[in-house]
């Protein structure tokens, strides 16, 4: 077999360079760094060719040699990008009253054509309408498809059919609507392949899957009106070209982080719910396969061959990643990136890169190279008074790099790993050398656990069943319970004084008054426990015994019955 080796790109304040690797990261041995500040760079679709510009012009080389395939004199690019076939180099640079160019503020409006694998059928959004093109023959508008107020659209990945989604936001009270429709079958009633509607929708992502069979809708609004999230509110939609559309259905309230189709297309991965927030896959029939559980989150990433998925949370959160076995739902390994602000699969399945990059962080830039098994391969952190802005792994047509067995043992290497180690409670000084004592936790930790039916011994119910369900077996328990705690009536040669049949009394206003605050204390703790016996978590104050109960003396004065006087 060939070995094939792959090429990193970094840009930066110092320049553009190309490297070979992993697992060490070496300068390329042919291609020569451009000293210049790079305003872009890419590579293309199957990695051969590399591009980018330098404020003085736009450059194409060779991936393997790094010789020069083409140049431009195009100084104000600041964008760039090639077709599928690599038959068009598509740039972008600011408007100027005289160049006839677009800027790249017009991006979204007259914005990068969106090519099928084999270039046969390309579109673009012009006008709230969609133009479509055969054969890269931009000169002749083959097909249009005629809708008000397109606002978003995603051509579907891989060749012919191509299918093609439209995003239709909601105005004046109707909703927003996503149709998937058959090039070159875009008119008429029926020609959509499939509908989907659905309000509280400001805008929304549109993810094909692989083999082109579904689309995943993330709408999101600007506010949530219910002040629940500061980032408004998320909903996901799953909609498939045989024209079946569902609303996914997640376990915990809170934001969508992100979602992840698997390359295999049959399942994909969700992370959601406010922190510590949850990860689920989902198969295509939007039932709940594994859940990961709770931990510091907020991205999900499938290794190019679909066998390792890590969830990481970068930004705002340490930096922790859970690297899994998708195929048999092992954890792998468990590190920790702090300050990482970017993460990257390398084509090979074997190793990843998370980097610091400027303007998101701009101190300790820089960028190291993992095994899956959580070992730092390669480190390399940039010079005093210089940025790290990106970096890039060069793409590989599929099958290169074929499915490994996935491995549980860290890989050697120099520089060790970096396993989150486990953390402890902050403990006042004056409190240290007291014996540890177990603290209450502000959020309750769930562990992973399958979800496929028959695995928990519980059937897959829809959302609606599965809450009639649970009401049933509340009902039964509470009678249960009931049941259980009925008590015989007191004896007949001694009656209680009462002012009704349901209440003690004993004369004195105030001892009367802490026996009614203690019977409805007695009636709350019953009323918990009838809920904890149908199967309701209870909070930690719901169930934590009191330190120094509260103590209640009550005097209860009773009278003989006159038979027995």
Same mark, same amino acid.
Request: aromatic content about 12%; proline content about 5%.
């Given at each position: 077999n060939k070995v094939c080796v792959c090429v990193f790109s970094v840009r930066g304040s110092d320049g553009t360079s190309l490297l070979s690797g992993p697992p060490h990261c070496e300068q390329h041995s042919t291609f020569q760094r451009d000293p210049l500040r790079s305003r872009w760079?890419?590579?293309?679709?199957?990695?051969?060719?590399?591009?980018?510009?330098?404020?003085?012009?736009?450059?194409?080389?060779?991936?393997?040699?790094?010789?020069?395939?083409?140049?431009?004199?195009?100084?104000?690019?600041?964008?760039?990008?090639?077709?599928?076939?690599?038959?068009?180099?598509?740039?972008?640079?600011?408007?100027?009253?005289?160049?006839? /160019?677009?800027?790249?503020? /017009?991006?979204?409006? /007259?914005? /990068?054509?969106?090519?099928?694998?084999?270039?046969?059928?390309?579109?673009?959004?012009?006008? @709230?309408?969609?133009?479509?093109?055969? @054969?890269?023959d931009f000169n002749t508008i083959a097909n249009k498809l005629h809708m008000q107020k397109v606002s978003d659209f995603a051509l579907s990945p891989g060749g012919q059919p191509s299918k093609v989604a439209v995003y239709v936001p909601g105005s004046k009270g109707a909703p927003s609507f996503v149709r998937l429709y058959q090039y070159p079958v875009l008119g008429g009633p029926t020609a959509a392949l499939a509908n989907k509607s659905f309000f509280k929708a400001d805008r929304v992502s549109l993810q094909w899957n692989k083999k082109a069979s579904a689309v995943l809708v993330t709408a999101s609004t600007e506010v949530d009106k219910t002040g629940a999230s500061y980032y408004g509110e998320q909903t996901l939609h799953y909609i498939a070209v045989n024209g079946e559309t569902a609303l996914v259905q997640l376990s915990k309230n809170g934001p969508i982080y992100d979602v992840a189709w698997s390359p295999y297309s049959a399942e994909f991965c969700v992370v959601y719910g406010f922190m510590p927030a949850k990860a689920t896959i989902f198969n295509l029939k939007c039932d709940p396969v594994f859940d990961f559980g709770t931990g510091p989150r907020n991205a999900a990433y499938y290794s190019p061959q679909g066998h390792i998925l890590v969830l990481a949370g970068f930004g705002n959160l340490r930096g922790q990643m859970e690297v899994w076995d998708v195929k048999k739902y092992k954890q792998v390994s468990k590190p920790q990136a702090p300050d990482a602000t970017h993460f990257s699969w390398c084509p090979d399945g074997e190793h990843v890169v998370t980097a610091t990059c400027s303007p998101r962080l701009r101190v300790c830039n820089g960028y190291k190279i993992w095994h899956y098994t959580g070992s730092v391969l390669h480190k390399w952190d940039v010079a005093d008074g210089s940025e790290l802005w990106e970096v890039l792994w060069q793409p590989f047509p599929e099958g290169i790099f074929t499915e490994r067995t996935v491995k549980y043992q860290a890989a050697p290497s120099e520089l060790g790993s970096t396993q989150a180690a486990p953390t402890q409670a902050y403990r006042p000084p004056a409190l240290r050398h007291l014996p540890a004592t177990p603290s209450a936790k502000l959020h309750e930790e769930e562990p992973p656990q399958s979800m496929r039916p028959g695995v928990s011994g519980e059937k897959s119910l829809s959302k609606t069943a599965l809450k009639n369900q649970r009401k049933r077996e509340a009902k039964k328990a509470a009678k249960q319970v009931k049941e259980s705690k009925s008590e015989p009536e007191p004896p007949s040669d001694l009656t209680p004084v009462t002012n009704s049949q349901s209440e003690l009394t004993s004369g004195d206003p105030e001892t009367d008054k802490k026996i009614k605050n203690l019977k409805k204390k007695l009636k709350a703790i019953e009323e918990l426990k009838d809920q904890q016996a149908s199967g309701k978590v209870l909070q930690k104050n719901q169930v934590m015994p009191c330190v120094n109960p509260p103590t209640v003396q009550c005097t209860v004065a009773f009278r003989p019955h006159a038979d027995s006087l």
């Open positions: 760079f890419t590579f293309s679709r199957d990695g051969t060719l590399f591009g980018w510009c330098n404020g003085r012009n736009v450059s194409v080389v060779k991936s393997s040699d790094g010789s020069l395939v083409s140049t431009f004199d195009l100084p104000k690019t600041t964008l760039m990008d090639f077709s599928p076939l690599n038959n068009i180099l598509v740039t972008w640079q600011p408007y100027s009253p005289a160049a006839d /160019c677009f800027s790249t503020a /017009c991006v979204t409006v /007259c914005r /990068c054509p969106s090519w099928s694998a084999d270039e046969k059928v390309s579109v673009r959004s012009v006008s @709230n309408e969609l133009h479509f093109y055969e @054969n890269n």
